[in-house]
């Protein structure tokens, strides 16, 4: 009995002792020769350090019988911080308690799983060393395929990454392009694995499952699935699958699954002993339905990506990993292509023809990419052609590696595919294509009538390659192949009309078109090689290539669809024009996109890297008709100073080609940059086409730009633009310089701007000054907005006494949040007094006060003071100021706009407002009151200041706790015929359903009320029924109604989307109660 425990110890030691990596066992050595105790049996260290695990567990049992030996290993284990294996050990070690037959029952089992599990890892590297072949085209010797060592370090410590909540990692996904070595770094975990070099305290078993060979696989249980590898042994498959925690499941090409991923939740199985379709098992494994303690590596294309995230739910999302493999960086690149040119001249030009189409440097991130394109430009270069002008797009690069791959095949006359073959093999791609799923069968060659002679066809040329691991499957060689031959698709299908293949959804040409690169990544490439194709040289090397005629057909179906843009109810977003550039550009065809550009009135584009400058320009500088256009350009240039310089010439020409929208388009009267970084390039680029004579340009938004800091008199082209009108600077830091650059510029009698925004600009009271002699010089201003900058009370000191000079023709002037006080206000108060032309003045969010509101108010009851809009939102005044107010309205004929909101009237002092409303010299016509600190008992005195006010016409109530009561008592007044309102405003009242009845008797019954707020009220269902009822009769004038139909029930959004169909003179939606220069909500409709 003894020895047999003494056995089973030796056993359960070496299990664990094998487990510990090269490094780890040193230390453990080193650990034990320290830490040896008095009176046992020493152990020599020249014996020690000599030792396998093992001799080491030998030596350990012998010094430390029985279960000291599990105490001394679970001591140094917790020294080493191997926290996993103390745990197993704790559990492991609860048989040692008890001696009996079980014991060596146990023993035997432990040394049977240990020998299952080294003839299992034998049998993996014995498998992925043979699997670790070069590819098709083969690569150089010394140039590595796929992952960095850095990328392999991250793939090392993936699972050492802790979620929230501190559950550990369970799934990891790995996305790279096709070919960028996903495969074979997959490969190298599983032999690391097996040889004890990665994830040995994680994982006590790894099983790799490849999508060709489980595509192949009809019905199995998971457990027959997995059991391929493993060793005919006394364990059980069964009982490793026991212990999940301990298992890793790498699922590599996820996108090579031929399976749909549509099982319903319910469908899934959760047990690992039955038989299922296979697509159902590796589906509940995903969604961790099967073995939901397990952990998974899933490789995947970055196209087919978004596949993937499908089939798991948000809860599943929060314990995964996503990490992109990027194969090689710029500079392996460039190594790549100098060490593939034997003559240095050669591959210079090849590197600088490929680095200036960004696409296309891009695609040779993939090495077998790289090389194929190297090959096929060594070709044109033996030529003599001009590999710069091959280079230009991707579309003309793989005309010519299909050329290269054709040739070679040994049998390049005598093999090439008949048109029907063609046509099949196309239809096989664009299919693939659409549907991600990439392996090819000989099934599916059978059911287009392709045969083994025919797919020899394809192999010979290298556009098809076997898989040699997996019979009957096959790939196209790269999936730019694939996608070239499904863009051929297209062209020929419109001569296989009688084809007997039923119609796909793939086949539809409209709904390839309709989709953008963020939704559909996967038929992006497709699509640029369309378009490439339609380009008639290209094409007729094609036909030449291939030895047939290719159709054009489709050519004018495209440009159809493309003019169809302008004319749609919801306007393209700037992804969709951006996209429609690139497929413009990749046709280089002139004529072609002059047709294709020559409606469009307006464009949204977002440039953000060099690619996006050079195609937006090709098909910007054929614009005819543009009248408003938005450009954000963000480039950052991230070039090598010596790259830099050879590419400024090109830069300056594609900028040039971007701005001549100016002049070409004589109807272009708005240009949008906001949100720009326009450097000094850029400025003197787009500066000279503002100086072009054609150039109408009337208005101009710079919001949030980035100025570059070295370029002088940025605002000289205001002097020689005369048709420049508005000009917004909102969110650009104008420096002090730049400040008296404009003013320059405003002080010019021939700059003729009337509007200008000089909103959140960082101006200080320093830069008043400046401003201040602008105005006075300046005889077209009319419109300035200074708020969010902090001018304080010097500042605004300087710009009244220019503002109350005779020459000074300004008329509205908004100082929201200038940082000003009272002490300002008994300037501005002089200025109301002498400026005859000021109409308009927004003092919101300042610290005026009640002493500053006595300064206004006294201007104001002159007869002198002809200002119209005075708004004085959150200016923090109380009742007191009111009373000032009220008198002055009584005195004023000129003052039709008043904005009193976020100020604490309270019922109080709205009592004393709406006394004054019923005066007949009251002027009053618009009255802002939100946020007044309202309640229900203010009502009755609105009631009686909207019927007795013959000039009021719009009032906003929001943000006051009217309730459901008060809105029943305003109701009253909307239904007299002597209430004049036309705009009310009631959003966040604390409404319910309650008061809607109101509401729509006093819609049906008033025939003035034109526009209603109701946003952020919660009316409920049955409160947007009792609207929806009255918005649809003939008796309800309303316009406009504000509503976010989004914080209503399906059910409500229904209704009110019946009352919109109903009722086309209705605009239902949503408003928001932030202020703008241009005042209440409805204003700015």
Not at 109 to 115: F, G, P, R, T, V
Not at 369 to 394: A, G, H, Y
Not at 431 to 446: A, I, P, Q, S
Request: proline share 3%; with cysteine; charged share 20%.
């Amino acid at each position: 009995m003894d020895k047999m425990a003494d056995s089973s110890s030796n056993f359960s030691l070496l299990l664990y002792l094998e487990e510990l990596n090269n490094e780890e066992l040193n230390k453990f050595k080193l650990l034990l020769n320290e830490n040896m105790e008095p009176g046992h049996c020493q152990m020599p260290w020249t014996a020690l350090k000599a030792a396998s695990p093992r001799q080491l567990a030998n030596l350990i049992n012998k010094c430390y019988p029985g279960k000291q030996a599990w105490n001394v290993i679970l001591g140094l284990f917790a020294k080493l911080n191997l926290k996993d294996l103390c745990e197993r050990v704790k559990v492991d070690t609860n048989w040692t308690d008890t001696m009996g037959p079980e014991v060596a029952e146990a023993g035997e089992m432990q040394e049977a799983e240990m020998s299952a599990r080294t003839e299992y890892r034998r049998r993996i590297k014995e498998k992925f060393q043979i699997l670790n072949k070069n590819s098709l085209l083969g690569e150089p010797s010394d140039f590595h395929h796929g992952a960095s060592k850095d990328e392999q370090k991250l793939l090392e410590c993936l699972f050492d990454v802790k979620v929230k909540g501190g559950e550990p990692l369970r799934t990891v996904v790995l996305r790279g392009a096709a070919g960028v070595g996903k495969t074979a770094l997959m490969r190298k975990a599983m032999l690391h694995w097996a040889d004890g070099g990665l994830y040995q305290h994680k994982f006590t078993y790894v099983f790799y499952l490849g999508g060709k060979e489980i595509s192949q696989v009809k019905e199995k249980s998971f457990a027959q699935l997995i059991s391929k590898d493993w060793p005919s042994t006394e364990i059980p498959i069964e009982k490793i699958l026991s212990q999940p925690s301990n298992l890793l499941f790498i699922i590599d090409s996820f996108d090579e699954l031929n399976f749909a991923f549509e099982e319903p939740a319910f469908a899934l199985c959760s047990d690992w002993t039955q038989e299922h379709p296979v697509s159902f098992l590796i589906s509940s494994l995903l969604r961790k339905v099967m073995l939901p303690e397990s952990s998974l590596l899933v490789t995947v294309r970055l196209t087919a990506s978004n596949r993937l995230q499908r089939l798991f739910s948000p809860r599943l999302l929060k314990n995964q990993c996503y990490v992109d493999l990027k194969g090689m960086c710029q500079d392996e690149r460039k190594e790549y292509i100098y060490h593939f040119f034997e003559d240095k001249t050669w591959a210079t030009d090849v590197f600088n023809s490929i680095r200036s189409n960004e696409r296309l440097f891009n695609m040779c991130h993939v090495p077998m990419v790289c090389r194929l394109i190297c090959t096929c430009l060594k070709q044109q270069i033996e030529k003599n052609d001009d590999i710069m002008m091959v280079c230009q797009t991707t579309t003309s690069v793989f005309v010519c590696c299909i050329f290269s791959l054709f040739s070679l095949g040994e049998k390049y006359i005598s093999n090439l595919p008949n048109k029907a073959q063609l046509r099949s093999m196309c239809y096989l791609a664009a299919k693939g294509v659409w549907t991600m799923t990439h392996v090819l069968y000989k099934n599916d060659f059978r059911k287009h009538g392709l045969t083994t002679c025919d797919i020899s066809v394809f192999l010979d040329m290298n556009v098809l390659q076997k898989d040699t691991d997996h019979e009957n499957c096959y790939v196209f060689t790269h999936l730019h192949i694939q996608e070239f031959f499904a863009a051929m698709f297209y062209l020929l299908k419109s001569a296989w009309r009688d084809r007997e293949h039923s119609s796909q959804s793939f086949e539809d040409l409209k709904l390839l078109l309709e989709g953008n690169s963020d939704y559909d990544p996967h038929l992006t490439q497709l699509k640029y090689f369309l378009f490439g194709l339609l380009n008639e040289d290209l094409l007729k090397q094609l036909e030449l290539i291939l030895k047939c005629n290719i159709s054009l057909k489709i050519k004018q179906e495209i440009l159809q669809w493309v003019k169809g843009l302008e004319n749609r109810d919801t306007f393209p977003s700037q992804i969709v024009f951006l996209d429609l550039f690139h497929y413009l550009y990749e046709t280089q065809d002139e004529a072609f996109v002059v047709q294709a550009m020559e409606n469009f009135s307006k464009l949204v584009i977002h440039i953000f890297m060099e690619v996006h400058l050079r195609v937006s320009s090709f098909c910007l500088k054929h614009c005819r008709c543009l009248e408003t256009f938005k450009l954000i350009i963000a480039i950052v240039n991230s070039n090598p100073a010596a790259e830099t310089r050879q590419m400024d010439d090109q830069i300056t020409h594609w900028l040039q080609n971007l701005f001549s929208v100016l002049n070409s388009n004589e109807r272009l009267t708005e240009l949008d940059l906001c949100n720009s970084n326009l450097d000094g390039l850029i400025m003197k680029t787009f500066c000279q086409e503002l100086r072009h004579p054609n150039c109408k340009l009337q208005k101009l938004l710079l919001k949030f730009v980035a100025f570059p800091d070295d370029y002088q008199d940025i605002f000289s082209f205001l002097t020689y633009k005369q048709t420049l009108m508005h000009l917004d600077l909102k969110g650009s830091y104008i420096t002090d310089n730049g400040v008296k650059s404009l003013c320059e510029a405003l002080k010019h009698p021939e700059c003729k701007l009337q509007h200008l925004g000089l909103e959140s600009c960082s101006l200080t009271a320093t830069c008043c000054a400046d401003i201040a002699k602008a105005l006075v010089k300046s005889q077209s201003l009319v419109f300035l907005n200074l708020s969010s900058n902090n001018l304080l009370d010097d500042g605004m000191m300087m710009l009244c006494e220019a503002l109350g000079h005779p020459e000074c023709y300004l008329q509205r002037l908004v100082l929201q949040n200038c940082g000003f006080t009272e002490v300002s206000c008994e300037d501005l108060s002089l200025v109301l007094l002498r400026n005859k032309r000021l109409t308009h003045l927004c003092l919101a969010d300042n610290s005026v006060g009640d002493s500053g509101v006595k300064f206004l108010s006294t201007a104001l009851a002159y007869s002198e003071c002809t200002l119209q809009s005075l708004v004085l939102r959150r200016c923090h005044f109380t009742t007191i100021s009111i009373e000032y107010l009220s008198t002055s309205l009584l005195c004023n004929e000129s003052l039709i706009h008043l904005d009193l909101g976020s100020n604490s009237l309270h019922d109080d002092g709205l009592n004393f407002v709406c006394n004054v409303l019923q005066k007949p010299t009251c002027n009053l016509q618009e009255l802002e009151l939100m946020g007044c600190v309202l309640s229900t008992e203010c009502c009755p005195d609105l009631v009686s200041a909207i019927l007795n006010s013959p000039n009021l016409l719009s009032l906003d109530l929001g943000y006051n706790d009217l309730q459901d009561e008060g809105v029943k008592i305003l109701c009253e007044a909307l239904r007299d015929p002597n209430c004049n309102i036309q705009r009310l405003g009631l959003e966040y009242c604390s409404l319910t359903s309650v008061c809607c009845q109101d509401l729509s008797s006093a819609l049906v019954s008033n025939q003035k009320l034109i526009k209603i707020n109701l946003t952020q009220n919660t009316l409920g269902r049955e409160g947007i029924r009792t609207l929806c009822e009255v918005l649809t009769c003939p008796e309800c004038k309303l316009q406009v109604l504000g509503l976010c139909k989004d914080a209503f029930d399906k059910e409500s959004q229904k209704l009110l989307e019946a009352v919109a169909v109903s009722n086309p003179n209705l605009a239902i939606m949503p408003f928001y109660s932030n202020y703008n220069e241009y005042g209440s909500w409805w204003r700015s409709l």
